[in-house]
Structure formats: structure tokens, C-alpha cells
């Protein structure tokens, strides 16, 4: 099978005021299925995906950021041809995060650890989260547990973290057929199990620095 059976690929996209542009991709698996996500299950996910995350995605944001789409597509398994369905919603919703002193790089910001219970690197997933944006949220080398940040990336893993054997499901028609899953193109490439389900989504207390934010990237 060229396109992975029940995966699919979840890109949140947003920009701050200035234009830089904040991109955040998971994977979600339905075990259940016997084939890959088609087009009308793709645009009902991305649906659900902002109906399940607005409150929590947009939490991070500030007021001067907004949230642009959240693409999902199927996944293409490595050494293949075929072309990767995928399906858009738009909310085009501004953030609910006010902010006030001094600035900081948009570089820093925290990172949520998708923690899969295998001992190897191919399973090791993670997110930079959107821009700190404010001195506020960061105490030295850590996050300040009781800035707004923190709280916003708090509640974003929790809201993730339903998506895992613990967690209470995700809501939605389709949605709520599928988990939380760390893909490895790795594995996928080797002919062995490529997705692993995370069982933890774990705020990191340090914060973190991405570059590519500086350069321009996401």
C-alpha cells in the first residue's frame, strides 16, 4: 500500500503579526482502518481538528497572531508514488494571549514532548510550540509556570494527551477514531512498524530556542 492505511498528517498554521509564520505537524492513526484517509474523511478531520483545538491552540497565540488552517493529509510511505490526499478548514481566528513588556526573540518558545514507550531515536517526537513572544514567560532558563504561556502549553498537551490509551477521546465523528501517534519515515522505509502511539504529552520546564523561527522558517 502506497498510502499508509488509516494515518494522517495534522499541520497547524499560524502567523504572528509580523508575518511569521508558526507551523506545527502531528500524526494521528485510526487502527481500525482498512484503508488510507480519503478526501471526505481528510476534510471532516480538519474540521473536527479546529472544533476539538481552538480554545487551547489559540490560548498560545497572541492577539496580534492568527490561526490560519489546519491542513491534514494522508501519508505517502517512503520509496513510493502515489500523491497524499489532503483537505483544509481555514478558521482564520486571531489569539486570545495578551502580552505586555519587554519582547523576545520569536525563536524562543517551549517544546511538548510526545513520549512513546519504545528506546529509540525513530519514535521520539515533539513540537515547538508559537513564539514566548514576552520576557514574562520565561524565568532564566526555564519556563515561568505561571505566565499565561505556560499555562497555554499546559492545557494544549492536555488536550492532546485525550488523544492517548489514557485519555478521555477526542470528539467528532471521525476524530474520535483515531490516537495520538509519533510516525517514523525511518521505519516506514525498513518495512517495519512505523507508527508509534504515545502514551505521555509532557511539557518541557526548559525553554527551547528554534532557529529557523529567526531565519525566517516555522
Known sequence: MAL???LAAVNFLSHQGDGQVSSNTIHIFNASAGAPPDVT??????TQVVAQFSATYRAMLTTNATWDQVVVKSVKLPGTTDIPGEA?????????RTVTGTAIPQGLCGVISLRVPAATRRFRGHIFCPPAYNAGAVSGNGLDPANAYSIALVNFALELAKGTPTGAGWTGAQLSAYKL????????????????????VVVRPKVSFL????????
Open 4 to 6: 499508509a492505511n488509516g
Open 41 to 46: 474523511e481528510l476534510t471532516n478531520l480538519a
Open 88 to 96: 483544509a478548514n481555514s478558521p482564520n481566528l486571531a489569539g486570545l
Open 181 to 200: 501517534v509519533v510516525y517514523s519515515p525511518t521505519q516506514a522505509a525498513a518495512a517495519l512498524a512505523y507508527t508509534g502511539l504515545v502514551q505521555a
Open 211 to 218: 532557529r529557523s523561527r529567526e531565519r525566517g522558517g516555522s
